[in-house]
């Protein structure tokens, strides 16, 4: 039995942990909440969705009386307060599974640069990005996982193949990518209150998202040669889910038939990659609260350029039921184990 505990529980992320533990088939046993703000509750006076399915109470997060009772522990902190606990939990032997940046990067001028002063840097060596397409032998030995960003998982799935393959210039990427409102967290800002979203289209952070830096280093690892991409995000007025579209200049003619079989031969082992069928694109409704993303793209053979689409929810894929992939590796369960749930139709 695999002892979990869920720190930051009653966050967007941690309380999509919650529900899909509840589901889940194999031998795990939810033995702890955290959340500094409703410590005391009842976690359905909080998340009526659970009710009568977890009676656990939110507690505040003490480190030592926690690692107690887990083998493993999802941080749904934000960025810079993981820092305070992760190097304990660690020290401790607990395995920790955390949804902040701080341990995302491999290179500490980086962090500092695109967030603050990094307190534990020597764990950077330790940690493993989470991203199973990419780095599944890694998480399966790992103790410190840094769940990737929900823009990042998605702009990688949809690039990678196309500049492995050769097929597409490793120059000029350029990253335009829509979200739901809730991947900016659960409390609200003048940028995510209702007013201001509702019927409203806009982008932000145009060339200076955070997430930047962490879509250059994967590519750049994967293909062993510095990357730079231009991302614009957008804010799109709905709760959840990213459809990204990644524009890369062609260096050689080829058709969508035979960039999507690229694409299909790349994926075929991935049990969450759904590369779909030429003439079909990406949607959000199709994947919105499942662990699956949908690639698809089209050859504009007079621009010269692949169009590469993805579909994901920024809270699921793009967090939550990734890290419970990573769970699933890191324990030694079936990698799909609680999380082949289709997406939410209307």
Same mark, same amino acid.
């Given at each position: 039995m695999l002892r979990v505990g869920i720190a930051g529980a009653s966050g967007y992320t941690g309380s999509e942990v919650v529900r899909l533990l509840v589901t889940h088939p194999e031998g795990v046993e939810l033995t702890c909440i955290t959340s500094e703000t409703f410590a005391g509750q009842h976690i359905s006076r909080v998340l009526p969705n659970l009710r009568g399915l977890v009676d656990l109470r939110f507690e505040n997060l003490d480190v030592e009386k926690i690692a107690e009772r887990v083998d493993l522990v999802f941080l749904g #902190?934000?960025?810079k307060s993981s820092m305070a +606990?992760?190097?304990k939990f660690f020290e401790l032997g607990v395995k920790i599974i955390d949804f902040s940046a701080d341990y995302r990067f491999k290179d500490v001028g980086v962090y500092e640069k695109w967030y603050q002063e990094h307190t534990s840097p020597h764990l950077l060596k330790e940690a493993v +990005?989470? #991203?199973?397409? #990419?780095?599944?032998e890694e998480i399966r030995r790992a %103790? #410190?996982?840094a769940v990737p960003g929900c823009y990042p998982t998605g702009a990688i799935l949809a690039i990678l193949p196309a500049l492995k393959s050769g097929v597409a210039d490793s120059e000029n990427i350029i990253i335009d990518a829509k979200s739901g409102i809730s991947g900016a967290g659960k409390t609200p800002t003048e940028a995510t209150h209702l007013p201001n979203r509702y019927d409203n289209f806009a982008a932000y952070n145009v060339g200076s998202h955070r997430h930047t830096p962490e879509i250059e280093q994967e590519? %750049?690892?994967a293909m062993g040669r510095n990357i730079t991409v231009c991302f614009v995000p957008h804010y799109v007025p709905m709760s959840r889910g990213i459809l990204t579209t990644a524009y890369l200049r062609l260096n050689k003619p080829i058709s969508t038939?035979?960039?999507l079989e690229i694409y299909s031969s790349n994926y075929k082992d991935e049990p969450f990659v759904r590369v779909l069928d030429e003439g079909e694109l990406p949607q959000t409704q199709a994947v919105r609260g499942s662990n699956f993303c949908d690639v698809g793209l089209k050859v504009v053979e007079r621009s010269g350029l692949a169009v590469v689409m993805s579909a994901l929810d920024n809270l699921t894929k793009g967090a939550s039921s990734q890290a419970l992939q990573d769970m699933n590796i890191v324990a030694g369960f079936k990698e799909?184990?609680?999380l082949l749930s289709p997406g939410l139709m209307p």
């Open positions: #902190l934000p960025h +606990y992760v190097p +990005y989470g #991203l199973p397409e #990419l780095h599944r %103790s #410190l996982i590519l %750049s690892l038939k035979e960039l799909t184990a609680g």
